[in-house]
């Protein structure tokens, strides 16, 4: 596995794929890939006939969390500032009183 670290063409990808494939002496044993779900990499690996692509699951996941925090986001913030604002040793000892209060 090696990252590109910048957004490559579809040309660039597959003449990087084609060195590596050389430099470990694997382009004849590959029968599949594993990749992001980019078009440039989905392109470049159908284009170089290598087998079968697999869309890398855990990317997908990724996305998929990050939209459904995003959801929440706003309920995430509000509570990490009453937690805040509730850390404080003057809220600490109210908070105590009160739930003293409450549970007698």
């Known amino acids: 596995m090696e990252e590109l ?3 490559y063409s579809v040309i660039e990808i597959q003449k990087h794929l084609i060195n ?3 430099k470990w002496k694997i382009g004849s044993k590959i029968n599949a890939i594993v ?3 980019s ?3 989905k392109k ?3 284009n170089l006939e290598i087998g079968e692509r697999i869309p890398y699951a855990v990317y997908i996941f990724q996305l ?9 986001r706003i309920l995430i913030n509000k509570c990490k500032h ?3 604002f509730l850390a404080t040793d003057k809220k600490k000892q109210q908070l105590k009183k009160s739930q003293i ?3 007698r």
């Not at 998929?64 to 929440?72: A, E, N, V």
């Open 101 to 103: 209060y409450l549970y």
């Open 20 to 22: 590596l494939f050389y």
């Open 5 to 7: 670290l910048y957004s």
């Open 39 to 41: 078009a440039n990499v």
């Open 35 to 37: 990749t992001n779900n």
């Open 82 to 84: 009453l937690i805040t």
């Open 64 to 72: 998929s969390i990050r939209k459904g925090l995003d959801t929440i």
């Open 44 to 46: 470049a690996c159908n």
